[in-house]
């Protein structure tokens, strides 16, 4: 039993490493917002399909990428626990928040079809200023691309990955906020890709022991590092 929670955890944790930033890179190359007006009230009538495909991409590939934060805690089991666990927590609402968000995109789409763009913004605009909006929305859904990195940087101080992988995510994703969103972005954004499925593939690789020798040894409990040295 022990072998197989280990190895579902394991498993999924390191197919979430290359699944979730994938999904979201594509998602902005799909988006129209990406190579012409970057307003969705006008992106959405320029090509609704396309539109709606990328909204898909973003909503499953932040649900995933909470997911995947939450799975890279158990690297700070050991080390850099209190560091790491809150880094994650704040990363996996974050993601959380970030997806909520997309529900304004139909929203969008309505205003488009039935106001000027320049109106459909503005109106957008005083809907999303109101205060609930920006302080349980907007602002908490910044927080996983802030805090995914630091995740990332204590998971290097548990000694789990390599110092380039948390800077490259760091570069990648905040290097991206004061550049507008357009073809720029996918650069920005395929440099978590590369340095996340790097990881993802190390996870899939180190086998079920290397992943349980993450788990705390607390007196009575059998792992299996103490298992094998009792039989050795």
């Not at 979201?24 to 969705?40: F, L, M, S, Y």
């Not at 995933?64 to 990363?91: D, E, Q, S």
Request: glycine content about 8%; charged content about 10%.
């Amino acid at each position: 039993m022990l072998k197989n929670s280990t190895r579902f955890r394991r498993v999924a944790t390191g197919a979430l490493l290359i699944v979730a930033p994938l999904l979201q890179c594509v998602a902005v190359i799909v988006d129209p917002g990406t190579w012409g007006d970057d307003r969705e009230a006008v992106s959405y009538g320029d090509n609704p399909a396309l539109a709606q495909l990328e909204s898909a991409l973003y909503h499953w590939s932040w649900l995933l990428m909470a997911v995947m934060a939450f799975g890279l805690l158990h690297f700070t089991r050991r080390r850099a626990v209190v560091f790491g666990h809150i880094a994650g927590v704040v990363a996996v609402v974050g993601y959380i928040n970030a997806s909520s968000l997309l529900m304004t995109d139909p929203v969008e789409w309505w205003l488009g079809r039935h106001y000027p763009p320049e109106e459909a913004q503005r109106i957008l605009n005083e809907m999303m200023d109101l205060p609930h909006q920006t302080f349980a929305f907007v602002l908490p859904g910044m927080l996983g691309w802030v805090s995914l990195p630091v995740l990332l940087l204590a998971v290097w101080r548990a000694g789990a990955v390599h110092w380039w992988v948390p800077l490259t995510v760091a570069i990648g994703y905040l290097g991206s906020f004061p550049v507008p969103y357009g073809p720029l972005t996918i650069l920005f954004w395929g440099l978590p890709v590369v340095a996340l499925a790097a990881f993802g593939l190390k996870v899939l690789r180190m086998g079920d022991d290397a992943w349980a020798a993450y788990y705390p040894a607390a007196p009575g409990v059998t792992t299996p590092d103490s298992y094998a040295k009792t039989t050795a």
